[in-house]
């Protein structure tokens, strides 16, 4: 069987701001820091799975872009992904997280060197933060 695809979304702001939510679960990684997302569904295609996961945790509509270049084995049967994306409607706010925090390329630069990240996201960090940094 092909793995799963957990998809999580690289919101960003007009000023470019990086969304991230915090987690509460598992214990493992309960207070650190992600962008966003979940499981697809078997066949669900990832914008749709993205769109649909960013409505139940934030609240929010998107409009799905591209992939980020990175892609996480998570384990044998999940592999992660991240795509661009943008609020469309709605404000966000943390259904299933403990906080949410629009974050600018330093701050987020300042969580990672501070290990506050979920450890698979921080492969995407030196892509985020190229993009926020370029006004
Ligand atoms: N990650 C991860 N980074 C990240 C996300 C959204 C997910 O490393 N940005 C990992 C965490 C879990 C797996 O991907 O190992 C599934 O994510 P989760 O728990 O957010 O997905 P759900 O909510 O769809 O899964 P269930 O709670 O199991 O239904």
Do not use: C
């Amino acid at each position: 069987m092909s793995p799963r695809i957990v998809v999580a979304g690289a919101v960003t702001s007009v000023d470019n701001r990086l969304l991230l939510a915090q987690r509460r679960y598992p214990a493992t990684v309960a207070g650190l820091w992600e962008l966003p997302g979940g499981k697809a569904e078997d066949d669900e295609d990832v914008k749709f799975a993205l769109r649909r996961e960013l409505r139940e945790e934030l609240d929010v509509g998107v409009e799905v872009g591209e992939r980020l270049a990175e892609t996480v084995a998570l384990s044998d049967d999940l592999t992660l992904i991240a795509l661009w994306a943008r609020i469309t409607d709605g404000v966000p706010r943390p259904v299933e997280h403990s906080r949410l925090r629009w974050v600018t390329a330093e701050e987020l630069d300042k969580m990672v060197a501070g290990h506050q990240l979920v450890p698979a996201d921080t492969v995407w960090v030196p892509e985020l933060s190229g993009v926020l940094r370029r006004a």
